[in-house]
């Protein structure tokens, strides 16, 4: 089973996203990585390259990709300092919600508090990530915050199957 997680952030117009993601395969993280707006000309072509990273894992023949996915919610806290804005992220969480459904790939969202779960102390306990100075990597590649935020979703969703903890 291969389980797809992301970390997405719709910025495009609205400063510079970066979605993370990572690949499970049979609950053992295999690949890991991120995708920049700003390495786009446009929204479409960013959010097709995320859809993109799907179309690669899915295998037609089989039912064998799960997608694991941040949800959004708007806090109250932060409604006023997002007045105005187009809400960029919750828009790609739709296409990607869209595209899952069109192709019948199950799609699970959850909580940004998940990520609690699995803090950068945590992943270096267990072997996951190693700190090297300031800064992190998994499998001698340099992380960034939205990478391990996939992982920490990817690890969350393989431990509990997406039940509320």
């Given at each position: 089973m291969k389980i797809l997680a992301f970390d997405p952030s719709g910025n495009f117009h609205e400063g510079k996203g970066i979605t993370g993601w990572a690949l499970f395969i049979d609950g053992k993280l295999?690949?890991?990585?991120?995708?920049?707006?700003?390495d786009f000309e446009t929204q479409i072509l960013y959010w097709s390259r995320i859809l993109s990273k799907v179309r690669e894992n899915h295998s037609w023949d089989e039912d064998d990709l799960e997608i694991v996915c941040e949800s959004y919610k708007l806090q109250a806290s932060k409604a006023m300092a997002q007045s105005w804005s187009t809400l960029e992220t919750p828009q790609l969480i739709g296409v990607i919600r869209y595209y899952c459904g069109d192709f019948g790939i199950p799609i699970h969202f959850q909580d940004p508090s998940c990520k609690?779960?699995?803090?950068?102390?945590?992943?270096?306990k267990q072997g996951i990530i190693e700190k090297r100075n300031k800064l992190y990597y998994c499998q001698d590649k340099k992380t960034n915050d939205h990478m391990r935020d996939a992982i920490r979703h990817g690890l969350y969703y393989t431990k509990y199957k997406g039940e509320s903890k």
């Open positions: 295999k690949d890991f990585g991120d995708i920049r707006s700003e609690i779960r699995f803090s950068d102390e945590i992943l270096v």
